[in-house]
């Protein structure tokens, strides 16, 4: 297995990705090489790229990734429950399988990896330097987690593993979601409508979403093929009435999964019913939360939860989910690109660049 090079694309300072040539490294009975497929983009990507996230430098970008199992050793393949050949997803975090965190299911607290591990943010100069997904080989270390691809399910599809995940995990499992339910999602995203799909899947009796102003029209007109019964424009709706108006009720989970969008968690407030749950998933990058009055908490006597991460098993529903076609995201607006073209994916995503905001971008390396 000697000679074989991997093809990089290597983040060296914020705004600086340089196509880079790696050596694939030989493997043994424990760890293993993946054929990337290809690798969802989301917003941390961007961070990253403009130097908003803090990270090691340089390093190769990229954590939602689909592949294919190219060589790996015995252990490795028992551990993972795979094959050669195989299509897996790999997740960002790695786990030991040993420590406290590990063996009590807390791996993304892993204290032998923590956040320093997470594919897609690992140096290049940590051997064998294939941590990130802008390539086409990925390092499977010993303590990597793989999650089967259900046959059949395309890998570009297959990236929404990630945000679907997310979604099932925030609006579903941290809140306790179930049949009857009224769900509110903030956040016309692919997170969003992934979080409105999953309310649905779980039985939610109706779920409203909501965006601000035109640049959400077109994702809000999507939602309701996601599983959205209503879908509000905040800049010329009040939220609140239009939820009355049409669900009879307030909601019994708000989910938020904006981003940088301070009045958010306030709208979330007046949105639960007494006793509901408010799961914050969305990042604002700044303390002010206009409108966001805590006395509310108290008066309505509201859980209000902190979400970050996905876990395996709300990885493993996506995939299934997914795989079941129940919702249309194999017809999401979507942009793929190779090497050459994933910084302009990058800034459109941003709305830095002119041009048609995808709702999902996925890098292909051979696109
Ligand atoms: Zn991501
Ligand atoms: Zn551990």
Known sequence: MTGARAEALVLARPGAL?????????????????RIEACGLCGTDH???????????????????????????????????????DRVAVEVFMSCRECASCRSGA???????????????????????????????????????????????????????NPLGAGLRWAVEVPGTGAGDVVVVLGPGVRGLAACAAAKAAGAEFVMVTGVGPRDADRLALATRF???????????DPVRALRGAAGRLADVVVDVTAKAPAAPGQALHLVRPSGTVVLAGTRGTPDAPGFDPDLIVYKEIRVVGALGVDAPAYRSALALLASGAFPFADLPRRTAGFAGIEELLGLMAGETAGERPVHAVFVPGA
């Open 107 to 161: 791996y993304r607290r892993c204290e032998r990896h923590g956040l320093g591990d997470m594919y897609g943010f690992v140096d290049v100069e940590k051997a064998p330097g294939l941590w990130g997904g802008y390539a086409t080989h990925l390092y499977l270390a010993p303590d990597a987690l793989l999650l089967p691809v259900p046959a059949g399910l395309d890998p570009v599809v297959a990236t929404v593993f």
């Open 18 to 34: 340089e196509a880079r040539s790696l050596s694939v490294p030989g493997t043994g009975a424990d760890d293993g090489i993946l």
């Open 227 to 237: 599983g959205a019964d209503l879908a509000v424009d905040v800049s010329t709706t």
């Open 47 to 85: 961070e990253q790229y403009t130097g908003h996230l803090g990270a090691p430098y340089a390093f190769i970008p990229g954590h939602e990734v689909v592949g294919v199992v190219e060589r790996a050793g015995a252990d490795a393949l028992a551990r993972w429950g795979v094959s050669v050949g």
